[in-house]
């Protein structure tokens, strides 16, 4: 057999190989806190599962038009009417299955050999991992600690070139939680006049989770760049519906054709029952939301203080999404030996720094997505194990 070229520059999202790994320890018997995987841990709610029971019920078993079922297109556009106040044209709004699709389709579209896509280092390891695919070059977006992980806009601008076609930004991100400043984002936009041609993917998919009264920027709201932003947000993080497969993208209306025709190419349609409990989730009570953001709140502040009790690790509070990201620099042990040595010796599955880009040498990635047990447990088989290594109190 001789594969396509481009296959050998596929990467992954080693999150998956960790919870594999994980697994086969406790198959063993070994006892694992998996704190590796960005799954929230909670049920979906119960109003958006008996809809998906009802529609199934009622026979949506079969293709939808490929954009998605018009009611939760349009459920989509009164959503982002809500919380982003821009208006949204449903035809211009395409339901995929999970939050991947929208950007394997944006990179697909603007990506090959001579192009370069920017995207943030350490970031969500599928931007990276589809640029090279398509044989264009990535330009990295460091995000930084000193700065909360939020980036300079004028660092952005001076990347770009010519031969930049796209820029990926994701706030409030992974790996790091961090939140891009207002204050960025409105430098970065007016810059990107100078620069019409240069596509924006926005990655909004933990919007609606932050903290200490932080509130979502989205790039979707600035109207002088909206007819060249793909937005991407989906149901999977905000309505704890990862297995369910449920995303969208807002694409600008030059683009949705060339969207529905990736999507024709491959998945057809979303799931249509998955669909219809969608729309429930949209439009139905948000309660739910809002109880598991207050969970997510106090395992923030639990595991941000354990983390920084621990000799050789600093964490700063993350405003966004489910996960901290500690430095880890004071304990001499490089990330990805210690995601390893945390997962063989102490049964905590985590995820290296490097997972998200060469520029998460020095972090871990923790998703806090557990229950509060178990991220004590957690932080107590993590600083027993590095005690062991002998890492110096400070
Ligand atoms: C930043 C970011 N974007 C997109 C996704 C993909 O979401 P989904 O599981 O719905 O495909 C994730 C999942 O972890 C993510 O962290």
């Not at 149901?235 to 990736?262: D, N, Q």
């Not at 190419?265 to 948000?286: F, Y």
Request: aromatic content about 8%; overall charge neutral; charged content about 20%.
């Amino acid at each position: 057999m001789q594969l396509a070229s481009r296959m050998s520059r596929l990467g992954t999202e080693s999150a998956f190989e960790v919870l594999a790994r994980a697994k086969a320890l406790q198959a063993q018997g070994k006892s694992i806190v998996n704190l590796g995987i960005g799954s929230p841990d909670f049920r979906t709610p119960e109003n958006i599962v008996e809809a998906g029971r009802k529609a199934l019920a009622n026979g949506y078993h079969f293709y939808t038009p490929a954009k998605g079922i018009l009611e939760l297109r349009e459920a989509v556009a009164e959503d982002c009417w809500k919380y982003r106040h821009v208006r949204v044209d449903p035809n211009n709004v395409m339901i995929v299955p999970g939050g991947k699709p929208t950007m394997y389709f944006a990179i697909s579209m603007f990506g090959e050999p001579g192009a370069e896509i920017m995207y943030p280092n350490p970031g969500f390891p599928i931007y990276e991992s589809l640029i090279h695919y398509t044989g264009a070059t990535p330009v990295p977006i460091e995000l930084r600690e000193s700065s909360g992980f939020s980036f300079s806009a004028d660092e952005v601008l001076a990347k770009i070139t010519p031969r930049t076609r796209m820029i990926v930004v994701n706030t409030p991100a992974n790996p790091t939680g961090g939140v891009i400043r207002k204050a960025e984002l409105d430098k970065l936009v007016a810059g990107l006049e100078k620069w019409p041609d240069v596509v924006v993917l926005s990655d909004e998919i933990y919007s609606r989770m932050l903290y200490d009264g932080e509130e979502h920027v989205s790039l979707y709201a600035y109207e002088s760049i909206r007819d060249r932003v793909i937005l991407l947000d989906g149901w999977s993080k905000t309505f704890s519906m990862t297995g369910w497969r449920l995303g969208y993208g807002v694409w600008p209306a030059s683009l949705i054709a060339h969207a529905e025709r990736l999507q024709i190419n491959s998945t057809s349609c979303p799931s249509a029952p998955v669909q219809v409990a969608g729309i429930e989730a949209l439009r139905g009570p948000q309660d739910a939301v809002a109880m598991m953001m207050k969970a997510f709140n106090e395992r923030r502040q639990v595991i941000v203080k354990g983390l920084n009790e621990i000799p050789g690790i600093s964490c700063v509070t993350p405003k966004g999404a489910f996960y901290a990201f500690p430095n880890i620099t004071g304990t001499g042990i490089p990330s990805k030996q210690l995601e390893v040595k945390l997962l063989n010796e102490a049964g905590v599955a985590i995820l290296s720094g490097t997972a998200f880009g060469a520029m998460g040498e020095g972090y871990l990635r923790f998703s806090y997505a557990a229950s509060l047990d178990e991220i004590r447990e957690a932080l107590k088989r993590m600083k027993d194990c590095l005690a062991t290594a002998g890492v110096p109190s400070r």
